[in-house]
């Protein structure tokens, strides 16, 4: 069961209004505005330490911002009651950058976690799909093995398939590629890509594979030291000349 | 408005008091707040019994070996230390084991019990549940509507507070059978005579599990609250490990201090 869509005909997926974050004593994110289509999956990108994630957090309702509001499906995430919050989540994936596997549980009891969290999925079914979505992703068979034993990029590969094996509406991704090579980094933006033309999902991907989001996204924005630097389309990205929207963009520091 | 750059002494240390009692304020009304919601957890029958299971064991098996060996040698110390001094001023040592029995029932047993425990399971719950924290493990709970206070720190309430009356009557065993040894090695006494129950009502034995009780209820809420407040990496998790233990233990001596003030007038009552 989820939350009913609040969204007016026109409305954004996601709008973050002013959003504005203060940590000891310094202004970590900086009146971030910006709508996500329905539709769309935008491209975050931005230095270390600029506030993407913060910011991914921020729209999930993980951490409470110190002004401005998001606004999911048209719920403002600040004001849901708990029971609601939770309802809207059961619409949202998510990769953590650093994995967020549970150390507890195997491989496979991690990505079925959310769909036993939802319920209503026989066990023939959800079994099915753990393998499936492990095989997707180059690591079939290891589905007893536990966190531990697995190398960065495999964990961040569990984390993907733990994300997207609810076949959520939203999926927001912190860099869903990151220690891993070309070739498996490639088959997870392929999977990505097919998710959304397939789903419709809305998606937010934080990455700093920028020539990997170029074909996957359709809208891009630039953040750096919390203060949102671009926002927009691809052909608008391409025109900007906005000294580090050109560095990000073209892949080449000229200083 | 304007700030003088350095505060006078009367600033100074007004602040160096006003901070702890601030921070205290915060943390005993959120460790409030949090039993609150555990008991509506618990009400609504949200309790998963497997992972209720598998902290009791893990309490268990932390605690055994190491509550074995401090009560041990804390009842030889106690009965040989008041030996000593009731054999140079009376000479009699007919009354050692019932009064010991019943300091130990009031007191010892679960108060030092409970100080074990909140630096052992304390802090293991502490850490753990702060690594969760700074692994993001517990934002991918909420992320799958899994409420960290139902998943963590309700069966880590419930087993630790089973195991405490548990272990506490365990340590009141090997704190007594050790006694009982000292006084019969050390000072002649007879077990026939150490046993002794002449001093213990049911209320020393209703005092040592209502403090029991409390303590194991206390422990887990405290060391929990620590844990899910720890931000900053790795070092919040050292942060939230040390902090667990400062709270834990100052919450057990308050509560001995409580349940002791209210329990005595109900003892000296029925003599
Ligand atoms: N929960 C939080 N509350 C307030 N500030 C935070 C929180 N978490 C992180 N920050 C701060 O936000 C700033 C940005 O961190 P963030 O992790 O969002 O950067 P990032 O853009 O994701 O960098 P990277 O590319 O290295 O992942 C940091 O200075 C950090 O201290
Ligand atoms: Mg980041």
Redesign the pocket.
Known sequence: MTLLSALGPGDPMIRVEGIT????G?T??DGVTLDIPSGSNLGLM????????????IIAG??EPDQGRVLVDGHDVGTLDAHKLAQLRFNIGMVF?NYALFDSMNVGENIAFPLRQRGGVPEEEIQARVREQLALVGLPGIAHQYPRELSGGMKKRVSFCRAVIPAPPLLFY??PTAGLDPVTSSKIFIHLRRMQQDGGTTAIT?S?DIDGIKPICDRFAL?DH?RLVFHGTRDEIEASDDRLVRQFWDGFSDD | MSQPAQPGLAGRFLSAIGEPVVYTWREVTGVARMAALVFQYMLRGKIRWDAVAAQMYEIGNKSIVFITFTLGFLGMILVFQAGFQAEKITGDLQLLGALFLQILLREFAPTITALMIATRVGTGIAAEIGSMVVTEQVDAMRMNSAPPVEYLVVPRFIAGTIMMVVLVIYAVLVCYLAGMFTGLYAFNVNPHTFVNFAFVSVLDVAVCLVKALAYGMAIPLVASHTGLRT?GGSAGVGWATTQSVVSCSLSVVILDFILSGLSYPLLAAAG
Do not use: E, M, N
Request: net charge positive; proline share 3%; charged share 15%.
């Open positions: 974050k203060y940590y000891l310094a970590v994110l931005g230095p270390g330490g600029a506030g993407k994630s913060l910011l991914l957090k993980l951490v950058q912190d860099d934080i700093h953040l919390g | 931000h």
